[in-house]
T-cell receptor, first 111, second 113 residues
Framework: SQQGEEDPQALSIQEGENATMNCSYKTSINNLQWYRQNSGRGLVHLILIRSNEREKHSGRLRVTLDTSKKSSSLLITASRAADTASYFC???????????FGTGTRLTIIP | EPEVTQTPSHQVTQMGQEVILRCVPISNHLYFYWYRQILGQKVEFLVSFYNNEISEKSEIFDDQFSVERPDGSNFTLKIRSTKLEDSAMYFCASTEESNQPQHFGDGTRLSIL
């Protein structure tokens, strides 16, 4: 398998707190992407970080990438109830287009 | 904002029947994908399609499966002789350029009885 586990598998926090999710992988990558999935819906793209980048921000989201450790983290600051969803990382390797997804973290924000 | 649309949202089919899942990718996108997600499991890649041909397929995508772009807007996944284990959410995705974010539809829930 090219993809490791994401941790935690489930995370419940109070609204306003920060949420951190981690992703590990096993191969060299071209880029790593984070997606959100609300229950019964499709995947919504959040951030793409390339293998030569170490950190990216988008609004309340911050993604880091450590290629030496083959790991990435997604930080959501000042969480809101609407952030409740499953979050997946997905890797893209050089030479092909497919995404390989992790098992996801189910995030619950408690109002 | 342009969206990927999939129809139907839910398909119930008897085992052994053929199903066609339909997708309308975003209009200026050139790369198309199908993924599936069995209940409680991770999203799995099935096939990618570019320039009117399959560019990559997974081990799951065997002779039971086929894809087609019959016109300038639709992208279809056909599953022949369906099996119980084909029950899953099937997602279509598209992207404008190589190695760019993929835009997903809301999926078709396929239930095989």
């Amino acid at each position: 398998s090219q993809q490791g586990e994401e941790d935690p598998q489930a995370l419940s926090i109070q609204e306003g707190e920060n949420a951190t999710m981690n992703c590990s992988y096993k191969t060299s990558i071209n880029n790593l992407q984070w997606y959100r999935q609300n229950s019964g819906r499709g995947l919504v793209h959040l951030i793409l970080i390339r293998s030569n980048e170490r950190e990216k921000h988008s609004g309340r989201l911050r993604v880091t990438l450590d290629t030496s450790k083959k790991s990435s983290s997604l930080l959501i600051t000042a969480s809101r109830a609407a952030d409740t969803a499953s979050y997946f990382c997905a890797i893209s390797n050089f030479g092909n287009e497919k995404l390989t997804f992790g098992t996801g973290t189910r995030l619950t924000i408690i109002p | 904002e342009p969206e990927v649309t999939q129809t139907p949202s839910h398909q119930v089919t008897q085992m052994g029947q053929e199903v066609i899942l339909r997708c309308v990718p975003i209009s200026n996108h050139l790369y198309f994908y199908w993924y599936r997600q069995i209940l409680g499991q991770k999203v799995e890649f099935l096939v990618s399609f570019y320039n009117n041909e399959i560019s990559e397929k997974s081990e799951i995508f065997d002779d039971q499966f086929s894809v087609e772009r019959p016109d300038g807007s639709n992208f279809t996944l056909k599953i022949r002789s369906t099996k119980l284990e084909d029950s899953a959410m099937y997602f279509c995705a598209s992207t404008e350029e190589s190695n760019q974010p993929q835009h997903f539809g809301d999926g078709t829930r396929l239930s095989i009885l």
